[in-house]
């Protein structure tokens, strides 16, 4: 086939997978813009229909910056939206990896505190030794701490076959609050006026670009290829897809899915505790009781928005960074809350799950059914474990 | 027009799906108290048809007439109220939920705006079921309590409960035992008897001479004639129905069997609820040979091949390979050993439905080079091994990247024959290598069978399709509650004998003496 021929079949391809995810964040805005008039009528008492086109414009220049910024040479918009994406592509690939293995690993959210607290723990630690050992043994720390944290749950529903939507909640809760009571008694920097671990010194990731354009971005960038080559092209990412599309099948074919849901979930954590490792030695700092693991579960948006295919992933990841990076902007040029950032993510979802909503209003043709991921998220519960 | 409008008539029925003319100006009717049968390859277009009639696919062209009056069919629901009900060939049924819930489930008996009223509900069913002769159903047993056959019967009781006055059946044999399949059978004429029509979905030649008055053959999308029983036989309709004359039987020639394969001895095993199922199976199958075994599904036959493949670790008993202990063996290892296996639940063990065909023709050796090194999938060389076997095995299918789910169950079948055939392998076991199969299909898994068999294979055949186990087996045995209670030679093995060992484990009295004991 010539590659003319091929062109228009790969452009109709992608519109296939793309058109549910980029119609459900048109119809978010749509309907997420209605909220912003109202809400604004409701305190002021006047009708301003403009007022979501001036929101979105200060969203879009808070994110991106804009063209008068960047003569001066200023990206430090489009650098915030870098920071903000980086932990989400890592927290989108840790989720998507879990739903090709069949598993939802609801656990980001405590991996990510896991890996966050060992790095800034062990950064503390390392703060006056050289750079090149002080980071990445600290980030290294993390990333094993998310992979053991998720083992746990990985084990368990491999051997016992209990549910890891149940007890990746339930260690989400265990992380908060062991790690708060760590860091007030055990590791927390007694100078410090309030409990928090010592500052990271030596082991932050350097800065590469602009006033915050850390390394950790570039790691979480370089793991999208490698997690798409690890699923695509690895008899290891043939044996967690198989998993997870037929555990039965799986079985036939001598996998043992013990082995793979163990290690599917092992690695899904391994990338939530680099997203925390990154989030901690690039942008925090040092550890403290109530840090927000928002990202865990923002992840479940994204990936559910990038299909799960890691390359989707990275731009919903974007999306979302953009959105949280640019939304000070609006709030303070507009006057419009952060918060709708919150209504526009939960829209994103209920248009992505109930599908029928976007098919009806875009009149999609209803020749597949919804979102495969979905599957995973809503699969019969008793079904236990394949032996 | 003379006579009374027939119960339904479909005209010029076309339906188009992307690469595929699943339906080409198709025109049928069914009178009324007349069974119609359907008969077509896998991926004809019967179901597409009758899932048109039922509302669950829209026409591209064409028109319904019910009584002879056009009628709109946009959802299931609508066809119900015209009175045409539709049997699935997999079961709509809650099986925790009891018989009498499942029949009245969205026409329920209410006693009041809010209440159920089941027990005047339950009296409705004893009574229905009573007319139709169902006898022995309780409304209050759970689905999951029933056999198969008569889990049939409940949809059928379904159907008519919501008054169906034509009933379409998508192959409602498939899943049947011989016994089973005649007491349907029964069923029928009493339906028909009572005037309800019957259009009756098959690809099995015999059942469809038995049963139906008029038999309307669909190849390709298109209706290719109609006839009556007595005016054809199966050879016509076989080849009305492939496009070419095709042979019902298996030439097997001569079988040379050399040394042992596969060497069982007091053989044990557990099914998933723990209760022994195999129970003290010796079999030995040698070099260049087809040893079938012969049962009624559920006597142990299931298990018995997965202690040997490796899918389930035998109680008690040794499998030897080829002079090698492999029992209790993982199934990696057993495949390693020269082991290939075609499962008899092909879309829950065989295939992984949403993964293209490539990776398919691969599942069982993906690990292996040229395939990968390493870790590294050879992307390449996985390509080049399926465009071939998909040639070889004349799979069709529109691209070799499609999911395996979009095939047909005859291809689907072919996908798994490919790849396990393919194996340098030393023992094949065929597990239901034909189930819900069509003539053309089944022709060339027997033709491939055979072929290996010549090639020095041991082949262990598991059918539940008597008919298949006698034409392709050099030896039978018989697996009653999980034991093998006779075997024969090809030459000396007679079916009555063998259905008679099937249901009772015993030969009659006159026939004891051609049976040996256990292998």
């Not at chain 2, 990696?332 to 082991?339: D, I, K, S, Y």
């Amino acid at each position: 086939m010539t590659a003319r021929q091929q062109a228009p079949g790969r452009l109709v391809a992608l519109w296939r997978v793309a058109a549910l995810p980029v119609l459900a964040i048109l119809l978010a805005l749509i309907v997420a813009a209605m909220v912003i008039i109202v809400a604004d009528w409701a305190t002021t008492g006047t009708v301003n229909l403009l007022l979501p086109v001036y929101a979105y414009a200060n969203l879009l220049t808070g994110s991106f910056g804009d063209p008068g910024l960047w003569a001066k040479g200023n990206f430090n918009a489009i650098v915030n939206t870098f920071v903000a994406s980086a932990p989400l592509v890592l927290g989108g690939l840790a989720i998507g990896l879990g739903f090709k293995g069949g598993l939802f690993n609801i656990g980001v959210a405590g991996q990510f505190l896991v890996g966050a607290f060992t790095a800034a723990v062990v950064g503390a630690n390392l703060a006056t030794a050289p750079m090149l050992v002080a980071m990445p043994v600290s980030l290294l720390a993390g990333v094993a701490a998310g992979a053991l944290y998720a083992f746990i749950p990985g084990i368990l529903k491999a051997r016992t076959g209990a549910h890891e939507v149940v007890t990746t909640i339930m260690l989400n809760n265990v992380a908060t609050l062991l790690l708060a009571w760590a860091v007030t008694d055990v590791v927390g920097d007694p100078t410090q006026s309030f409990p928090r671990t010592a500052d990271i010194g030596n082991a932050a990731l350097p800065v590469l670009f602009g006033r915050n354009f850390h390394l950790g971005i570039v790691i979480a960038l370089l793991a999208v290829p490698i997690v798409a080559w690890l699923l695509n092209r690895t008899t290891t990412g043939f044996e967690i897809r198989t998993t997870g599309a037929n555990p039965n099948a799986a079985r036939y074919a001598g996998i043992r899915p013990v082995v793979i849901i163990t290690l599917t979930m092992t690695l899904s954590g391994l990338l939530a505790g680099l997203a925390g490792s990154i989030q901690m030695l690039g942008v925090i700092g040092f550890y403290a009781s109530g840090i927000s693991a928002s990202v865990g579960f923002d992840s479940i948006t994204v990936a559910l928005l990038g299909r799960t295919n890691p390359v989707g992933i990275m731009f919903a990841a974007f999306l979302f960074g953009a959105f949280r990076a640019g939304a000070p902007l609006m709030q303070i040029n507009t006057s419009v809350p952060i918060e709708i950032i919150d209504i526009i993510q939960a829209l994103i979802i209920l248009f992505l799950t109930a599908d029928v909503i976007i098919r009806t209003v875009f009149r999609l043709r209803a020749a597949k059914p919804g979102l495969e991921e979905m599957a995973t998220v809503t699969r019969t519960w008793g079904e236990g474990v394949a032996r | 027009m003379s006579g009374p409008a027939p119960a339904l008539e479909m005209r010029g029925i076309t339906k188009q799906y992307p690469g595929v003319l699943a339906n080409d100006d198709i025109s049928l009717d069914v009178k009324q108290g007349e069974i119609h049968a359907l008969l077509g390859e896998n991926g004809a277009g019967k179901t597409t048809l009758m899932n048109i009639l039922y509302g669950l696919v829209q026409p591209d062209a064409g028109e319904i007439l019910v009584d002879g009056r056009a009628a709109t069919i946009r959802q299931p629901s609508d066809a119900i109220a015209l009175g045409i009900g539709m049997v699935h060939q997999h079961f709509m049924l809650i099986p925790v939920l009891s018989v009498a819930d499942n029949v009245v489930l969205g026409q329920e008996t209410m006693r009041g705006p809010v209440l159920l009223d089941m027990d005047a509900a339950r009296r409705r069913i004893s009574v229905l079921a009573e007319q139709l002769g169902f006898t022995g159903i309780d409304p209050s047993t759970r689905i999951e309590q029933l056999s198969v056959g008569q889990q049939q019967r409940i949809e059928i009781l379904k159907a008519i409960y919501r008054g169906a006055r034509v009933l379409i059946l998508d192959e409602p044999t498939a899943v049947l035992t011989p016994q089973e399949t005649t007491e349907m059978f029964t069923v029928f004429r009493r339906l028909r008897a009572e005037g309800t029509s019957i259009v009756f979905i098959s690809h099995k030649l015999d059942e469809v001479l038995e049963i139906a008055d008029r038999i309307t053959v669909i190849r390709r999308g298109r209706v290719v004639g109609s006839r009556r029983p007595a005016e054809t036989d199966q050879n016509e309709l076989a080849e009305m129905m492939v496009g070419r004359e095709v042979s019902l039987t298996v030439d097997r020639g001569e079988s040379h069997p050399a040394e042992a394969v596969l060497d069982v001895k007091g053989l044990h095993a557990l099914d998933d609820r723990r209760h022994e199922v195999v129970r003290g199976v010796d079999l030995e199958v040698r070099a260049g040979e087809i040893l079938g075994i012969a049962g009624v599904a559920g006597n142990g036959q299931d298990e018995l091949v997965e202690a040997i493949v490796g899918l389930r670790r035998p109680s008690a008993g040794t499998v030897t390979l080829a002079g090698h202990d492999i029992t209790g063996l993982a199934a990696r290892r057993t495949r390693e050993a020269g082991v290939a296996y075609v499962p008899a639940d092909r879309q829950r063990y065989g295939l992984v439905l949403r993964a293209p065909l490539t990776e398919n023709l691969v599942l069982t050796s993906y690990h292996r080079e040229p395939y990968s090194r390493g870790i590294v999938l050879n992307e390449a060389a996985i390509q080049a091994t399926a465009a071939r076997l998909i040639a070889d095995f004349d799979i069709r299918t529109p691209s070799a990247t499609v999911g395996a789910g979009t095939l047909s169950g005859g291809n689907q079948q072919k996908l798994i024959v490919a790849r396990e055939f393919g194996e340098d392998v030393r023992l094949l076991i065929l597990d239901q290598p034909t189930r819900g199969l069509d003539v053309g299909s089944v022709e060339f898994i027997h033709k491939q069978a055979i072929a290996k068999r010549d090639e020095g294979v041991a082949i262990l055949l598991v059918s539940a399709e008597l008919d298949e186990v006698l034409e392709l087996s050099d030896r039978v045995a018989v697996m009653y509650r999980g034991q093998l209670v006779a075997t024969f030679t090809a030459e000396e093995v007679r079916r009555e004998t063998v259905g008679l060992l099937m249901a009772t484990g015993q030969a009659a009295p006159l026939a004891a003496d051609a049976a040996e004991g256990v292998a």
